[in-house]
């Protein structure tokens, strides 16, 4: 029977060649021979080991990673270890998507690939977020040894990221990273801290050297789920392998596990349902520390498939969003005297919901003009169904300095087809 845990890990830290996958893979293959690992261990590599942050020539690139997933399995398989480390990815799931790039964290064994995490925080600072596409909700890896979650770089200072791969069962926290210099303090303190919130080991596997004018802070680090340093490189090109013990993390969990806890949120989804002078309050707040705010509307009388998904991608634009919803006297004058079905309290609540969605707002009106005007969103999220110029507010939006967004709605299903189809089997 697999144990639940790896035996050993460590990481290989070393100087990544811009652009040339080639010379990299020969480093990871060197450093294996020096280093011999046991059989079992997993060793975790640098963010983008195998090319560097060369966004010119990163579509060229990604077409490159499946050959150095397929020379990664070979090593895995010769030294019966597991490696993982981030590599370009291009999306390949149709349409335009198909056009994406993303830095994905690949694990491979000795039985080839055996899974992958997207980096989901974009860091802005190094402009990825203009060459990239964030990943959703990936992780946790399963391996033959567990679990494993799985972080890159930026991601290291997000903790509910961690936090929701580990609470799904990882014992083992892998980070991937290209952090500089600058904040080697921080990588520091984030890897205890994510070791000690979790109560799991964490793996840190950083890059040395310069990252364009970047000089990287290297110190890999290999951390107990008490927060203790089990291993720390140095500034320089370093392998290290450690051995783990289950009894550790077992010990610290007996005593408590706050990663198993997880209660509600205080005050639960109502709190969402504001007026608009709420509303401006918090977003006044929000807005303070950077964040953008999307906006979108709608009578969302019976809430379906259609709905959720549509959010879903409005949340994704922005870092807070908020909908407008249409008062019962706005719906029966854009519906007729049937509608709504269900009261705007009751809408209200179900959109509050949702994980997706921030704030609800009642307005009166036909039309949320009034109410795009006071709040003026970074993004106003409309159907693609609506062309830009028929979007009401979508000219003041854009005065403001924000950005208009079409959503194409990925289900064939509306409210009325629904009221309907209820009608008939009546």
Request: net charge negative; glycine share 10%; charged share 25%.
């Amino acid at each position: 029977m697999a144990s639940l845990l790896f035996p050993r890990a460590g990481f290989l830290q070393f100087a990544i060649a811009p652009a040339d996958p080639a010379a990299n893979v020969r480093k990871v293959n060197a450093m294996l021979r020096e280093l011999e690992p046991p059989p079992e261990s997993l060793l975790v590599l640098p963010e983008l080991w195998a090319t560097g942050f060369d966004y010119a020539h990163a579509a060229r690139l990604a077409e490159e990673t499946p050959a150095v997933l397929s020379e990664m399995a070979v090593l895995a398989e010769r030294y019966r270890i597991h490696l993982a480390g981030s590599l370009l990815e291009k999306g390949n799931e149709g349409g335009e998507e198909s056009q994406a790039l993303y830095n994905t964290l690949y694990v491979t064994g000795p039985a080839g690939q055996v899974g992958a995490y997207r980096k989901q925080h974009l860091f802005g600072l190094w402009q990825e977020d203009r060459f990239f596409a964030a990943g959703g909700r990936g992780g946790p890896v399963a391996t033959e040894h567990g679990q494993l979650a799985g972080l890159v770089c930026y991601d290291l200072r997000f903790p509910e990221t961690a936090r929701r791969q580990v609470f799904a069962g990882s014992r083992l926290l892998m980070v991937s990273a290209q952090w500089p210099g600058s904040r080697l303090d921080h990588w520091r303190i984030l890897l205890q801290a994510r070791a000690v919130e979790n109560q799991v080991f964490v793996v840190g596997g950083n890059g040395c050297g310069l990252s364009g004018s970047h000089e990287l802070a290297g110190h890999s680090m290999v951390l107990a789920p008490d927060g203790r340093v089990l291993a720390e490189a140095g500034a320089g090109e370093e392998g290290r392998v450690v051995e783990l013990a289950a009894a550790d993390l077992e010990q610290v969990r007996s005593r408590f596990c706050s990663v198993g806890e997880r209660p509600p949120l205080p005050g639960g989804s109502r709190e969402k349902i504001v007026t608009l002078a709420e509303l401006n309050e918090r977003l006044h707040n929000i807005r303070r520390q950077g964040s953008r705010v999307a906006f979108t509307n709608g009578c969302f009388d019976i809430l379906h498939s259609g709905h959720v998904a549509y959010l879903e991608e409005a949340r994704k634009t922005a870092d807070c969003l908020v909908v407008g919803l249409n008062s019962d006297a706005s719906v029966r004058t854009l519906k007729g005297d049937g509608r709504p079905v269900n009261r705007e309290a009751d809408r209200a609540r179900v959109l509050a919901g949702l994980g997706c969605v921030d704030f609800v707002v009642v307005f009166g009106e036909d039309t949320p003009l009034n109410l795009i005007r006071a709040i003026l969103p970074d993004v106003l999220v409309k159907g693609a169904d609506w062309p830009e110029e028929k979007i009401v507010g979508a000219a003041e939006v854009k005065a403001a300095g924000g950005r208009v967004v079409r959503i194409a709605f990925e289900h064939d299903i509306s409210t009325t087809a629904i009221i309907s189809r209820v009608n008939k089997q009546e």
